[in-house]
């Protein structure tokens, strides 16, 4: 096991507006970081190269969160100049800037860069095989990452949701409300992720004294979007009978979907970070703490 030393930081969070951008930057201030600065889309262009290195120029931070990304993974099948630039390209941007000034980098990164083939949770030194244009720029974006940046951490992630943004969570808190019965896919295998709780693991490995590399982050457990579409009925007081299962054959989509993306959380125990909770108690408490998402 990895001995885990506290660092004091200075941070600076790009991609800030978004979901876990968001969740980071309350992650922090509740932990009574004073020193945070966060970025968003529209403060910082990520793809370009000279915008990032006066960024890191003005702002000098001792750690650096990427939170940014192209995440239309469907959109991104007929605009893969615009998921290259933002998943590829500024990734590599951001780990030159950090090698140049000496700053730590995490960058998150996805389960679509595994083929989704697998019957049991991916290991991070498991053979990639992104099968989407999305999967494929991300992967491309850690490896411009730990080109530049050994020491980089790349944490990949999965279903992911929060108070910030679009998600599922949010969806199904709307269709429950304007539909009687729903269908969702029962054929492909996740970990639901709660933001909050990521966000928590990507400040404890900033801080942390682990070695650079791959690392994934996840909520433990693995459900089915059935699964969770159902436990997202329960937690808003709805029969969850009311979900019925169905095949992703039945609803295609431009992007092929992962039928199997269950991420192994190996080198994170190894580290001795501290271990991500189960999904369904992370949804349950999601839902105490976060008004936005029986909104939807």
């Not at 295609?252 to 580290?271: F, G, H, I, K």
Request: hydrophobic share 45%; with cysteine; proline share 5%.
């Amino acid at each position: 096991m990895t001995e885990v030393t506290e660092l004091a930081v200075r941070w600076l969070v790009v991609g800030a507006g978004g979901q876990l951008g968001t969740d980071i930057l309350r992650v922090l201030e509740r932990g009574g970081e004073r020193d945070v600065v966060g970025l968003t889309r529209a403060d910082l262009d990520v793809a370009d190269r000279t915008a990032v290195d006066k960024a890191l120029a003005a702002h000098a931070p001792s750690v650096v969160v990427n939170a940014a990304a192209y995440t239309a993974v469907d959109a991104a099948e007929t605009d893969e100049a615009a998921a290259a630039a933002a998943n590829t390209a500024a990734p590599g941007f951001l780990a030159e800037a950090c090698a140049q000034s000496g700053a730590r980098l995490v960058h998150l990164s996805t389960d679509y860069v595994f083929a989704g083939d697998g019957t049991q949770p991916y290991d991070e030194d498991d053979p990639t095989g992104p099968r989407s244009v999305y999967g494929r720029t991300k992967l491309a974006g850690e490896k411009a990452v730990l080109h530049a940046l050994p020491s980089a951490y790349v944490v990949r992630t999965a279903w992911v949701y929060g108070a910030a943004g679009s998600n599922f969570v949010k969806t199904m808190a709307k269709l429950e409300r304007t539909h009687e019965t729903l269908s969702v896919v029962d054929d492909q295998r996740g970990s639901p992720t709660w933001s909050f709780d990521l966000a928590t693991g990507v400040v404890a490995l900033a801080r942390s004294g682990a070695s650079g590399g791959v690392y994934h982050c996840t909520n433990s457990g693995e459900t089915t979007w059935c699964g969770f579409a159902r436990a997202i009925f329960e937690e808003l007081g709805a029969d969850p009978a009311r979900v019925a299962p169905t095949t992703t054959e039945a609803f295609p989509r431009p992007a092929p979907r992962p039928a199997y993306s269950v991420l192994a959380n190996r080198r994170w125990e190894q580290a001795g970070l501290p271990a991500m909770p189960h999904w369904r108690d992370a949804l349950h408490r999601a839902f105490a703490a976060e008004a936005a998402l029986r909104i939807g």
